[in-house]
């Protein structure tokens, strides 16, 4: 079992950046898969992001080169640094170990204004 904690979201304009950061414990979180999800209203949750247990990243076409997945096993934490932030950007985050079939944060909003 893991916990997963999500913290970084907000309100930014089109064009600005965000970080989010999402803190593990309860487990060993070098042995995980990481990813992040999100979910816009009305559309289905999608993985954005996913990140290897050596630090492999991959991404989604539509955040590919605006987001880097990041993360510090000594620390037990996963990052989202988010650059040129779009309007259609606008979702709930979250931060995700092993999968659509593992264990969830509890979200944190991010809005971008146009």
């Known amino acids: 079992q893991v916990q997963l904690v999500e913290s970084g979201g907000g309100l930014v304009q089109a064009g600005g950046s965000l970080r989010l950061s999402c803190a593990a414990s309860?487990?060993?979180?070098?042995?995980?898969?990481m990813g992040w999800y999100r979910q816009a209203p009305g559309k289905q949750r999608e993985l954005i992001a996913q990140?290897?247990?050596?630090?492999?990243?991959n991404y989604a076409y539509s955040v590919k080169g605006r987001f880097t997945i990041s993360r510090d096993n000594t620390k037990s934490m996963l990052y989202l640094q988010m650059n040129n932030l779009k309007p259609e950007d606008t979702a709930v985050y979250y931060c995700?170990?092993?999968?659509?079939?593992?264990?969830w944060g509890q979200g944190t909003q991010v809005t971008v204004s146009s």
């Open positions: 990140i290897s247990t050596s630090g492999a990243p």
């Open positions: 309860g487990s060993t979180f070098r042995v995980y898969v």
């Open positions: 995700n170990a092993q999968g659509s079939s593992g264990f």
